[in-house]
């Protein structure tokens, strides 16, 4: 056996403290990968990535095909094209569940094999979850199957996928060979009918129900101890302020006590707005709606005076419910149950929705309080859901993680605002939200929808027959969505997942050092002995089973850059051929269906579903099994061993 170099030693170990990270995100990934760069580059002598090495892969053909597919994408999903397609889905199934699932898993299964998946679904749950609430159908049933059928239809074509697009280079670098367009297309289409075959009768038996279909908001978030209602009594300080006045600039003795003695120190008489909002946040309470004499207001957003009798309904739990109403003269009412209908059937312009907080984020890592969410956009979070469990207390200390689902009380324009502009996904919301994204009656598709459709065919086409290669071809197509003003520039910029990019482009110098120090070489020498023992078609089964289960752990694009050189390598030391292998391993890394974290789409219906952890491997463990035998047999009937 060839023996271990000192610069394998070192690459080994900066693969493990990147892997460390990635399952910690004690650094976001894409900055693990930038640290992976540098670290590489600057032990040049030991690594063999030279400076220049390590940024190539900002201009690698995968980065650069990426960057151009994000773009199009955007100008596809900004005709309304998926739009459209989800309102055909709407009056086409008429709320049996059977048909729903069908067309859901279905559309989004192709749809996914040429343009980016994360919006496709993005776009999907809102509509899936509003006709589940039409037709009383539970959300759960619909929202699993269809980020499963998202990452099957990642590997119908080169592009769905960025995984694709980086097997495609290494294949380049390795095999002198890259993929085409439709390299993938035969196993893809087997896969995918499989799977979709999967989840309409075993997966559609196996996905629990875990939002009951009749449930509202406020039960689903088991809300009941955390709403109340409060009188405002005659000798409040808050009668003659509005609300927003009340909760900035009015600070009790009672609570400068309990800020003093909180602090160690007492609050001055002229502190100013940040300092006593700082002391109010020691009281957990919001005010979400304001009634006077039978009519409602929403509290963020009304300028009216407060006045004696006014019923204000709050958010907090009983023991900061009782220290607000004894600090500021009010008289808690009777605890009767405060209902999404009640809030709902208020008349004001706020509503109740629950929206996910996306990997790509801007809240992700940031604190409530930090966000002002509140302050700056009238939005007040009642709830996170983060799995299995709900905080309902403390929320503006909270740090938001991807995956986390919000209960919010919003206008529809500021909720659509922060979706639009890539704080949360709006998930779910009262019908005339629903309304509002995706009419009742699909829209009528005119000339100017379908051509940011045709620029995108028109790209795949012209890489698919060879006219010019995939990266010249999608940034064509960007030139042409621009210059037809389908797209601004700024939509386009705006469009890409940067944080992607890097993570792409700051992981791809470790295959070259895995390569340069042979690394790569020494792990396949170690699989060799096991590959001895098994035939080449069962050790091809076992690749695929370790890929999808470190994917499932780990960015699929750190999988892909570590396991592709290592499985080209034990093929080639076996004598058997590399690309069946290559292809495995870039099959199985799309597919990480065992956990929420492994892949985005999963994260984005975790909390909208109510899903646990277990859940995912309820479903997920049999159609990963599934597909390992279907995989690994079609892939060695296309490209024979």
Not at 51 to 78: C, H, K, N, Q, W
Not at 360 to 387: C, H, P
Request: hydrophobic letters at 50%.
């Amino acid at each position: 056996m060839t023996p271990l170099s000192t610069g394998a030693l070192i690459v080994f170990a900066l693969v493990g403290a990147a892997l460390v990270l990635f399952v910690t995100e004690w650094l976001p990934p894409d900055m693990t990968a930038i640290a992976v760069l540098v670290a590489l580059a600057v032990l040049e002598p030991h690594t063999g990535v030279s400076p220049r090495a390590a940024i190539e892969g900002f201009a690698s053909p995968a980065v650069v095909t990426i960057v151009a597919m994000y773009i199009l994408s955007a100008g596809v999903e900004d005709a309304g094209i998926v739009d459209w397609l989800g309102g055909k889905l709407a009056t086409a199934t008429g709320g049996d569940e059977r048909r729903l699932l069908a067309a859901v898993v279905g559309t989004t299964g192709v749809s996914a094999g040429f343009v980016n998946n994360t919006p496709v679904v993005a776009i999907f749950i809102p509509l899936v979850t509003g006709l589940s609430d039409r037709y009383g159908l539970s959300p759960s049933r619909l929202l699993l199957p269809l980020s499963y059928a998202a990452m099957l239809g990642g590997t119908l074509t080169l592009v769905g996928t960025a995984t694709n697009l980086l097997a495609s280079d290494f294949a380049a670098q390795l095999l002198g060979r890259r993929l085409s367009m439709f390299t993938l297309t035969p196993v893809g289409v087997v896969v995918l009918l499989v799977g979709v075959a999967y989840l309409l009768t075993v997966g559609r038996w196996l996905v629990p129900e875990r939002v009951h279909p009749a449930a509202d908001f406020t039960e689903e978030f088991d809300m009941d101890r955390y709403l109340a209602q409060l009188q405002v009594r005659e000798s409040s300080p808050l009668v003659g302020l509005t609300v927003s006045e009340a909760l900035d600039r009015t600070v009790p003795d009672e609570v400068r006590a309990t800020a003093a003695e909180t602090l160690g120190e007492p609050l001055p008489a002229d502190a100013d707005i940040e300092a006593v909002a700082a002391v109010r946040s020691l009281v957990d309470v919001d005010v979400l709606q304001v009634d006077h004499d039978g009519d409602s207001f929403f509290a963020t957003a009304t300028d009216r005076p407060l006045e004696a009798g006014d019923v204000l309904t709050v958010r907090g739990s009983r023991q900061s419910v009782n220290r607000f109403g004894e600090s500021f003269g009010l008289r808690q009412l009777p605890r009767e149950s405060v209902t999404e209908e009640l809030l709902a059937e208020s008349g004001h312009a706020g509503i109740l929705a629950e929206a996910v907080v996306h990997g790509e984020s801007r809240l992700r890592g940031r604190t409530l309080a930090d966000a002002q969410l509140r302050s700056r956009f009238d939005v007040t979070a009642l709830a996170i859901r983060r799995g299995d469990s709900i905080v309902r207390e403390d929320l503006a200390g909270v740090t938001l993680e991807a995956g986390d689902t919000l209960l919010v009380q919003t206008p529809i324009d500021e909720i659509l605002h922060l979706d639009e502009e890539g704080y949360l996904s709006l998930t779910e919301g009262p019908p005339e939200l629903f309304d509002v994204i995706h009419d009742v009656e699909p829209p009528d598709l005119d000339a100017g929808a379908l051509l940011p459709v045709g620029i995108l065919l028109a790209a795949i086409a012209l890489a698919a027959l060879d006219v010019v290669p995939i990266y010249i071809a999608a940034l064509g197509g960007v030139v042409a969505m621009v210059a037809m003003n389908r797209l601004s520039a700024s939509r386009a910029y705006d469009a890409v997942s940067w944080n992607v990019v890097f993570l792409l482009a700051g992981l791809l110098p470790l295959g070259l050092a895995m390569r340069e120090t042979g690394g790569a070489a020494f792990v396949g020498e170690l699989l060799v002995g096991v590959a001895g023992l098994l035939p080449p078609l069962f050790v091809l089964a076992l690749f695929y089973l370790v890929t999808a289960l470190v994917a499932a752990i780990i960015t699929p694009v750190a999988t892909v850059v570590l396991m592709i050189p290592i499985a080209v390598a034990t093929a080639t030391r076996t004598g058997v051929a590399g690309f069946p292998f290559l292809l495995v391993v870039t099959f199985a890394v799309a597919h990480a269906f065992v956990t929420p974290i492994g892949y985005q789409t999963n994260l984005m219906v975790y909390g909208p579903g109510g899903y646990r952890f277990t859940d995912f491997l309820r479903v997920g463990v049999p159609l990963q099994l599934l597909l390992c035998v279907v995989t690994t047999l079609a892939v060695a009937f296309v490209w024979p061993l």
